[in-house]
């Protein structure tokens, strides 16, 4: 009886990124603009310019709210 070790070739695993065709965005990723990053650009608009335009309705947003809908932000 003989007995033969031989070593498994290496698994290879290929990393594409978003850039290369037929890969996707990694899970939780966001590909546009969040939610957050809206809201954070009205209060930095807010707070530099003293008006900014509503997320709700794209009307005039001031610091005691929006002039067309009424929506504030607190």
């Known amino acids: 009886m003989t007995a033969l070790a031989a070593e498994a070739a290496p698994t290879t695993f290929t990393v ?4 290369e065709p037929g890969a ?3 899970l939780f990723e966001p590909s546009e603009v969040t939610l957050e990053d809206s809201i ?3 209060w930095e608009a807010l707070a530099t ?3 900014a335009e ?5 009307g005039e947003l001031l ?3 929006c002039e067309t ?3 504030q932000l607190s």
């Open 63 to 65: 610091a005691s709210g």
């Open 24 to 26: 996707t965005g990694r």
């Open 16 to 19: 594409r990124g978003p850039e």
């Open 40 to 42: 954070l650009g009205v």
């Open 49 to 51: 310019d003293r008006r």
């Open 69 to 71: 809908c009424g929506s």
């Open 54 to 58: 509503c997320p709700v309705c794209h």
